[in-house]
Protein backbone atom coordinates (compact mmCIF):
# COMPACT_ATOMS: atom_id res chain seq x y z
CA UNK A 1 0.00 0.00 0.00
CA UNK A 2 0.84 3.67 0.07
CA UNK A 3 1.18 6.52 2.31
CA UNK A 4 0.00 10.23 1.55
CA UNK A 5 1.05 12.67 4.07
CA UNK A 6 0.05 16.33 3.48
CA UNK A 7 2.05 19.36 4.62
CA UNK A 8 2.90 23.36 4.26
CA UNK A 9 -1.03 24.48 5.30
CA UNK A 10 -1.33 27.80 6.87
CA UNK A 11 -3.37 31.36 7.69
CA UNK A 12 -1.94 33.55 5.02
CA UNK A 13 -3.87 36.40 3.96
CA UNK A 14 -5.58 36.88 0.69
CA UNK A 15 -2.58 37.53 -2.26
CA UNK A 16 -0.76 35.56 -0.68
CA UNK A 17 1.39 32.30 -1.85
CA UNK A 18 1.57 28.89 -0.08
CA UNK A 19 3.18 25.49 -1.55
CA UNK A 20 1.70 22.19 -0.12
CA UNK A 21 3.94 19.47 0.10
CA UNK A 22 3.28 15.30 -0.13
CA UNK A 23 5.14 12.92 0.72
CA UNK A 24 4.40 9.50 -0.49
CA UNK A 25 5.92 6.05 1.72
CA UNK A 26 5.27 2.61 1.23
CA UNK A 27 4.88 0.90 -2.38
CA UNK A 28 5.78 4.19 -4.03
CA UNK A 29 7.35 1.98 -7.35
CA UNK A 30 3.47 1.34 -8.13
CA UNK A 31 2.56 5.34 -8.43
CA UNK A 32 0.61 6.26 -11.72
CA UNK A 33 -0.12 9.52 -11.42
CA UNK A 34 -0.95 11.64 -8.21
CA UNK A 35 -3.58 14.53 -7.26
CA UNK A 36 -4.72 17.67 -5.47
CA UNK A 37 -8.02 17.87 -4.21
CA UNK A 38 -10.12 20.51 -1.82
CA UNK A 39 -12.88 20.69 0.30
CA UNK A 40 -14.22 23.75 1.60
CA UNK A 41 -16.79 24.15 4.35
CA UNK A 42 -20.47 23.20 3.17
CA UNK A 43 -19.36 22.18 -0.36
CA UNK A 44 -18.12 18.47 -1.92
CA UNK A 45 -14.52 18.01 -2.87
CA UNK A 46 -13.44 19.18 -5.67
CA UNK A 47 -10.24 18.74 -8.34
CA UNK A 48 -7.69 20.99 -8.28
CA UNK A 49 -4.90 19.60 -10.49
CA UNK A 50 -3.09 16.18 -11.15
CA UNK A 51 0.16 15.30 -12.73
CA UNK A 52 1.05 12.20 -14.97
CA UNK A 53 4.23 10.49 -12.89
CA UNK A 54 6.07 9.12 -15.48
CA UNK A 55 5.47 12.06 -18.36
CA UNK A 56 4.97 14.91 -15.43
CA UNK A 57 1.79 16.07 -18.02
CA UNK A 58 -0.45 18.12 -15.81
CA UNK A 59 -4.19 19.41 -15.57
CA UNK A 60 -5.91 21.94 -13.31
CA UNK A 61 -9.16 22.73 -12.19
CA UNK A 62 -10.17 25.84 -14.40
CA UNK A 63 -10.78 27.76 -10.63
CA UNK A 64 -7.00 27.50 -10.29
CA UNK A 65 -5.78 27.69 -13.42
CA UNK A 66 -2.74 29.95 -13.92
CA UNK A 67 -2.39 30.46 -9.53
CA UNK A 68 -1.98 26.82 -9.03
CA UNK A 69 1.14 24.73 -10.27
CA UNK A 70 1.69 21.06 -9.63
CA UNK A 71 4.95 19.25 -9.61
CA UNK A 72 6.53 16.29 -8.54
CA UNK A 73 9.94 15.30 -7.41
CA UNK A 74 10.12 11.77 -8.34
CA UNK A 75 13.09 11.12 -6.50
CA UNK A 76 11.74 11.99 -2.67
CA UNK A 77 8.40 10.79 -4.41
CA UNK A 78 6.79 13.81 -3.48
CA UNK A 79 4.35 16.11 -5.07
CA UNK A 80 3.81 19.83 -4.45
CA UNK A 81 1.34 22.38 -4.83
CA UNK A 82 2.66 25.69 -5.57
CA UNK A 83 -0.20 27.89 -4.84
CA UNK A 84 -0.07 31.58 -5.92
CA UNK A 85 -2.64 34.42 -5.47
CA UNK A 86 -4.53 33.19 -3.08
CA UNK A 87 -8.06 34.44 -2.42
CA UNK A 88 -10.85 33.51 0.54
CA UNK A 89 -12.83 31.07 -1.91
CA UNK A 90 -9.74 29.16 -1.87
CA UNK A 91 -10.05 28.21 1.91
CA UNK A 92 -10.30 24.33 2.49
CA UNK A 93 -8.80 21.16 3.90
CA UNK A 94 -6.47 19.94 0.72
CA UNK A 95 -6.20 16.60 -0.20
CA UNK A 96 -3.48 14.72 -2.00
CA UNK A 97 -4.67 11.54 -3.57
CA UNK A 98 -2.30 8.80 -5.89
CA UNK A 99 -3.68 6.16 -8.20
CA UNK A 100 -1.44 2.98 -7.96
CA UNK A 101 -3.14 0.17 -10.16
CA UNK A 102 -4.30 1.71 -13.22
CA UNK A 103 -4.18 4.87 -14.88
CA UNK A 104 -7.48 6.88 -14.92
CA UNK A 105 -9.11 10.36 -15.67
CA UNK A 106 -7.15 13.02 -13.25
CA UNK A 107 -10.09 14.22 -12.74
CA UNK A 108 -12.26 11.83 -11.22
CA UNK A 109 -11.66 11.61 -7.77
CA UNK A 110 -12.73 7.72 -7.68
CA UNK A 111 -9.67 6.75 -10.05
CA UNK A 112 -7.61 7.53 -7.43
CA UNK A 113 -6.68 4.81 -4.58
CA UNK A 114 -4.87 6.18 -2.18
CA UNK A 115 -5.19 9.43 0.12
CA UNK A 116 -3.71 11.83 2.94
CA UNK A 117 -5.97 13.06 5.68
CA UNK A 118 -5.36 16.68 4.19
CA UNK A 119 -4.08 19.54 5.53
CA UNK A 120 -5.67 22.69 6.18
CA UNK A 121 -5.73 25.96 4.27
CA UNK A 122 -7.11 29.64 5.28
CA UNK A 123 -7.12 32.41 3.40
CA UNK A 124 -7.75 35.23 5.40
CA UNK A 125 -8.85 39.41 3.70
Known amino acids: QVQLVESGGGLVQAGASLTLSCAAS????????MGWFRQAPGKEREFVGG????????YYADSVKGRFTISRDKAKVTVYLQMNGLKTEDTAVYYC??????????????????WGRGTQVTVSS
Open 26 to 33: GRTFTILA
Open 97 to 114: AAMGWRIGALVKESEYDY
Open 51 to 58: IKWGAGDT
